[in-house]
């Protein structure tokens, strides 16, 4: 399994810096969607599922995830119109997720505690902030990723 890291951002050198963290952190690859200033500010959900919808097709991944809600706008729509634009299951306020065959058991938050649910790759998963304990980049990790130019501009 491969982990491919997306940036979306108008601002190339804060990109590469974020996507070599991301490198230094564990990803295999870094792919940097440039938009320009004017289209930057008006981006909504909308454009951003249809890019990343777009992107997974091209790149044929299995599984594309993202988070939950948006620290700006708090719109949770991101998740839910990508797989609706890449006709995929989705699994939100994913908690836990065990891939096996196929297929994903996802554990997930909702109102009432947690609901367990399966759905078949490919999937989209919205990422609850309890899925994963981050990884800290060591410094052999850091010392490669800034010498990595192996990220794409899009």
Request: net charge negative; with cysteine; hydrophobic share 40%.
């Amino acid at each position: 399994d491969h982990f491919y890291y997306y940036l979306f951002h108008n601002n190339l050198i804060y990109s590469q810096e974020t996507i070599r963290t991301a490198l230094a952190m564990g990803a295999d690859r870094g792919i940097h969607v440039e938009v320009s200033g004017p289209e930057y500010e008006t981006l909504q959900p909308f454009h951003i599922s249809k890019i990343l919808a777009k992107v997974a097709q091209e790149e044929k991944v299995d599984m594309v995830i993202v988070g939950k809600q948006a620290i700006d706008d708090d719109s949770n729509q991101t998740a839910q119109m990508t797989a609706a634009f890449l006709n995929w299951p989705q699994a939100t306020f994913a908690s836990k997720v065990d891939k096996t065959d196929g297929e994903l058991t996802v554990k997930r938050e909702i109102d009432g505690g947690l609901e367990t649910i399966k759905v078949k790759l490919p999937a989209v998963i919205s990422a609850d902030l309890r899925l994963n304990e981050p990884r800290y980049a060591t410094l052999p990790n850091i010392m490669v990723s800034l010498s990595s130019c192996d990220n794409e501009v899009l």
